[in-house]
C-alpha cells in the first residue's frame, strides 16, 4: 500500500507542475493579447493624427510597416502559447487519467487486503468453533 501511497503522491505532485506551467502559459498569452491591443490602439491614435495634421502624415507609411510587423510578432506569440496551453492541457488531462488509475489499484490493493483480514478472521473462528465442537462430544 505504501507504494501505492507514493505513486499518488507523486502523479499529485506533477498534476501542481503541469497545473502552475498552464497558468504560466495563460499568462503570457493574456500579456500578448494586451500588447496587440496596444499595438492596435496605437495606429489607430496614429491614424487619427495623420488625419489632422499633414506632415504626419508623411510618416504614416513607414509607421504602418513597422506596426505590421510588430504585430505579427505579438500575434505570432499569442499561436504559440495557444499551441502550448492546448498541449498542457492534454498532458493535465493525461496526468488526471493516471492518477485516477493510481487510486483505483491503491482502492483495490485496500479491498483485497480487507477480503484476505476478513477471510483469515473467518478461518480462524471458524477453527476455533469446530475445537469447542469437538470438545463439547
Not at 34 to 54: H, K, N, Q, V, W
Not at 81 to 93: F, L, N, P, Y
Not at 127 to 136: C, D, P, Q, T, V
Amino acid at each position: 500500500m505504501r507504494w501505492a501511497d507514493q505513486l499518488i503522491k507523486l502523479s499529485n505532485f506533477e498534476l501542481e507542475l503541469l497545473q502552475a506551467r498552464l497558468a504560466d502559459v495563460m499568462d503570457r498569452r493574456e500579456g500578448a493579447e494586451m500588447r496587440l491591443a496596444i499595438l492596435t490602439a496605437e495606429g489607430e491614435a496614429e491614424i487619427a493624427l495623420a488625419r489632422s495634421d499633414p506632415e504626419a502624415g508623411w510618416r504614416m507609411g513607414a509607421f504602418n510597416e513597422g506596426l505590421k510587423r510588430r504585430k505579427f510578432a505579438v500575434q505570432r506569440d499569442i499561436d504559440t502559447s495557444a499551441a502550448e496551453e492546448t498541449g498542457v492541457r492534454d498532458a493535465i488531462a493525461e496526468a488526471f487519467e493516471t492518477l485516477k488509475k493510481y487510486e483505483l489499484v491503491a482502492e483495490n490493493a485496500r479491498l483485497t487486503a480487507a477480503k484476505e483480514t476478513a477471510r483469515r478472521e473467518s478461518a480462524a473462528l471458524d477453527e476455533i468453533g469446530l475445537r469447542r465442537a469437538a470438545g463439547r462430544r
